[in-house]
T-cell receptor, first 112, second 117 residues
Framework: NAGVTQTPKFQVLKTGQSMTLQCAQD?????MSWYRQDPGMGLRLIHY???????DQGEVPNGYNVSRSTTEDFPLRLLSAAPSQTSVYFC???????????FGQGTRLTVV | AQKITQTQPGMFVQEKEAVTLDCTYD???????LFWYKQPSSGEMIFLIY??????QNATEGRYSLNFQKARKSANLVISASQLGDSAMYFC??????????????FGQGTILTVHP
């Protein structure tokens, strides 16, 4: 009964480094999303997907890439980390537009 | 464009009293819905309640109820008989079900609720 598995839980990067945040769900959900959470700003959508092979940008996509080659996986790539990307990142999945979202446990990323 | 607004950065309530957390929205979708989530200090996101715009009665889930007022474009969360464990951040969120942003789930800024003993 894994739900949404997000790794790693913590990460420290140096400016300019790249990395991939992993997200996998075992519920056969079509909808998957990546959010970042910063103090006072709620959850802001980075990228989302409505099915394998289909992705779109959210509110704050710059500096991030995604792909969705399978229904289960939706990795988020940071191309060249910047201190402004220091944040808590959440992956979420849901079955349809009007159904509840299930969240991963979050990744606390610090860019120094 | 779709917008979700939570105007209360922080709220305080006495244990066992009721509290209302505000959420207003703006959407062009003819039908829509609204979610509420709770985020305790441990960080996980917990689904609380959902209601669709065509639902005739306000949704209730235990001590949580959703006060949906479409004319005012508000969907407030009411927590009855507050408990210390209700202290958390609360988010409202709305999905897009049409247009070019189909599938997007937008969150409000959140309200921090503190329950006093």
């Amino acid at each position: 009964n894994a739900g949404v598995t997000q790794t790693p839980k913590f990460q420290v990067l140096k400016t300019g480094q790249s990395m991939t945040l992993q997200c996998a769900q075992d519920m056969n959900h079509e909808y998957m999303s990546w959010y970042r959470q910063d103090p006072g700003m709620g959850l802001r959508l980075i990228h989302y997907s409505v099915g394998a092979g289909i992705t779109d940008q959210g509110e704050v996509p710059n500096g991030y890439n995604v792909s969705r080659s399978t229904t289960e996986d939706f990795p988020l790539r940071l191309l060249s980390a910047a201190p402004s990307q220091t944040s808590v990142y959440f992956c979420a999945s849901r079955r349809g537009a009007y159904t509840e979202a299930f969240f991963g446990q979050g990744t606390r990323l610090t860019v120094v | 464009a779709q917008k979700i607004t939570q105007t209360q950065p922080g709220m305080f309530v006495q244990e066992k009293e009721a509290v209302t957390l505000d959420c207003t929205y703006d959407t062009s979708d003819p039908s829509y819905g609204l979610f509420w989530y709770k985020q305790p200090s441990s960080g996980e996101m917990i689904f609380l309640i959902y209601q669709g715009s065509y639902d005739q009665q306000n949704a209730t889930e235990g001590r949580y109820s959703l006060n949906f007022q479409k004319a005012r474009k508000s969907a407030n969360l009411v927590i009855s008989a507050s408990q210390l464990g209700d202290s958390a951040m609360y988010f409202c969120a709305m999905p897009r079900a049409g247009g070019t942003s189909y599938g997007k789930l937008t969150f409000g800024q959140g309200t921090i609720l503190t329950v006093h003993p």
